[in-house]
């Protein structure tokens, strides 16, 4: 079974850059997380999406970040403009449903640095 | 808000040694899933381990179990005849049963397994 993928792995831009992840969750599952790990730090849930809808973007800070999951299968998430304490590794996960017995499968991350 | 301290960085051990790894969290939730994830260099995020706050008995999975102390708010790892392969950033993380089903995680544990 493929796992959660995302692309890229790397990217650096500078500051005030507009910036894209992906990630395309394993199939079937119905519930996507995006996740910030700052340097040092546990990951942060920034957005919880069930199907195509948004579940929770509390931690999501909507001036500069926004997320969609148009299909409800992958998702794209965007930062316009990038700020320096953007750098962070940025995580996708996906689990068949939105409860703790659904085990959430995390990928690879993307490592996000600007200058 | 729920909130999860590990509060040792880092530990070390020799290979085949046991360890304990240390993790308390604040919820004013009387039920709750809590979770060990493993972070090696470089790969991705695996769940370890799975305790249901309801559940007395503690959980294991083969070498990995823990010991959870509901009323203290505590929940660490112990990790028996340590091998190479679990040297990794460990992150215990809290999630409710009821609303929000976000994992909110602690800052990590580095374990290093010396040979």
């Known amino acids: 079974e493929a796992g959660v993928a995302q692309s890229p792995r790397y990217k650096i831009i500078e500051k005030r850059q507009s910036v894209a992840f992906w990630c395309n969750p394993i199939?079937?599952?119905?519930?996507l997380y995006w996740y910030q790990q700052i340097l040092g730090q546990g990951p942060k849930l920034l957005i919880q999406?069930?199907?195509?809808?948004?579940?929770?973007d509390s931690q999501l800070p909507k001036d500069r970040f926004s997320a969609e999951r148009l299909k409800g299968v992958d998702s794209t998430l965007k930062i316009q403009p990038a700020k320096l304490e953007d750098s962070a590794v940025y995580l996708c996960?996906?689990?068949?449903?939105?409860?703790?017995?659904?085990?959430?499968?995390f990928g690879p991350g993307t490592r996000l640095t600007v200058l | 808000a729920q909130t999860v301290t590990q509060s040792q960085p880092e530990m070390s051990v020799q290979e085949a040694e046991t360890v304990t790894l240390s993790c308390t969290y604040d919820?004013?939730?009387?039920?709750?899933?809590l979770f060990w994830y493993k972070q090696p260099p470089s790969r991705q995020m695996i769940l370890v381990i799975r305790?249901?706050?309801?559940?007395?008995q503690n959980a294991t999975e083969n070498r990995f179990s823990v010991n959870f102390q509901k009323a203290a708010k505590s929940f660490s790892l112990k990790i028996s005849d340590s091998q190479l392969g679990d040297t990794a950033m460990y992150f215990c993380?809290?999630?409710?049963?009821?609303?929000?089903?976000?994992?909110?995680f602690g800052q990590g544990t580095r374990l290093t397994i010396n040979p």
């Open positions: 996960a996906s689990s068949l449903a939105l409860d703790g017995h659904n085990e959430q499968f």
């Open positions: 199939s079937g599952h119905a519930t």
């Open positions: 999406f069930q199907n195509n809808g948004v579940v929770d």
């Open positions: 919820t004013s939730e009387s039920n709750y899933y």
């Open positions: 305790q249901e706050a309801y559940k007395q």
């Open positions: 993380a809290f999630m409710r049963i009821q609303g929000a089903q976000k994992l909110v």
